[in-house]
C-alpha cells in the first residue's frame, strides 16, 4: 500500500536559517510528489510538484525540494527562511492511475525571530 | 484565473442534521477530489470525480456520505445524519491533465464543519 511519512511532527527554526523538511514514501513505482503548504485556517497551498525529469524541482516561494529515488524521499528545502513560512506542510503522493492522494501528517514549522 | 472555491465555509450543525457542501472547481478542471481534515491531521481522501464519473469512492466513512457532479463541474458532498466524528474541515481540489502534464491538484479553502 502506498504511504507518506513525515517523521518530524514539529520543527523550529531560526529567521535566516536554513530549512530541510522529510519526506518519504512506500510505493511500487515512481509516483508523483508534492508538497503543499497549509496556513492556519487556509487551504492546501500547492509549492511544488515533481513528474519525471530534473530530481530537483524548484518551486514557489523559494522552497526547492529532490527527489532521491534510492531513498524514496522527496525532501523540501529553503536555504533562508521568514517569519512568514511559518505553517503546517504537507507532503503527498499521487499515484494518477488510481486518481488518489495520499498526504502524510503534517510537519509545523515555527520561525523564532 | 479563479481558484478552487468552497461554501460554506463555516457549517455548524446539530447531530442528526443533513448537511451539504458546495465546491467550484477550476474551470475545464476534469478530476476533482474531495478530502476530510481532522483536527491536527493530513487530509485523507474521501472521493474521485472524472468529470461526471464518480470512479474512486473508496473513502467515504460511510453510507451517509455520498457526493455528485451531475454536470461534470460543481460538486456537493453530502451528509446524512451528522455525527460528531463528522466534526472536520472538508477540502475540494481540482486538476487537469494535459499532454500528460497534471496542473493542480489546487485545493479550495475548504468548508469546516462542526457537529454539536
Known amino acids: 500500500a502506498q504511504s507518506v511519512t513525515q517523521p518530524d511532527i514539529h520543527i523550529t527554526v531560526s529567521e535566516g536559517a536554513s530549512l530541510e523538511l522529510r519526506c518519504n514514501y512506500s510505493y511500487g513505482a515512481t509516483p508523483y510528489l508534492f508538497w503543499y503548504v497549509q496556513s492556519p485556517g487556509q487551504g492546501l497551498q500547492l509549492l511544488l510538484k515533481y513528474f519525471s525529469g530534473d530530481t530537483l524541482v524548484q518551486g514557489i516561494k523559494g522552497f526547492e525540494a529532490e527527489f532521491k529515488r534510492s531513498q524514496s524521499s522527496f525532501n523540501l528545502r529553503k536555504p533562508s527562511v521568514h517569519w512568514s513560512d511559518a505553517a503546517e506542510y504537507f507532503c503527498?503522493?499521487?499515484?494518477?492511475?488510481?486518481?488518489?492522494?495520499?498526504f502524510g501528517t503534517g510537519t509545523s514549522l515555527t520561525v523564532i525571530p | 484565473g479563479a481558484g478552487v472555491s468552497q461554501s460554506p465555509r463555516y457549517k455548524v450543525a446539530k447531530r442528526g442534521q443533513d448537511v451539504a457542501l458546495r465546491c467550484d472547481p477550476i474551470s475545464g478542471h476534469v478530476s476533482l477530489f474531495w478530502y476530510q481534515q481532522a483536527l491536527g491531521q493530513g487530509p485523507e481522501f474521501l472521493t474521485y470525480f472524472q468529470n461526471e464519473a464518480q470512479l474512486d469512492k473508496s473513502g467515504l466513512p460511510s453510507d451517509r456520505f455520498f457526493a455528485e457532479r451531475p454536470e461534470g463541474s460543481v460538486s456537493t458532498l453530502k451528509i446524512q445524519r451528522t455525527q460528531q466524528e463528522d466534526s472536520a474541515v472538508y477540502l475540494c481540489?481540482?486538476?487537469?491533465?494535459?499532454?500528460?502534464?497534471?496542473?493542480?491538484?489546487?485545493f479550495g479553502p475548504g468548508t469546516r464543519l462542526t457537529v454539536l
Open positions: 503527498a503522493v499521487g499515484v494518477f492511475t488510481g486518481n488518489q492522494f495520499y
Open positions: 481540489a481540482s486538476s487537469l491533465t494535459i499532454a500528460g502534464v497534471v496542473r493542480g491538484p489546487f
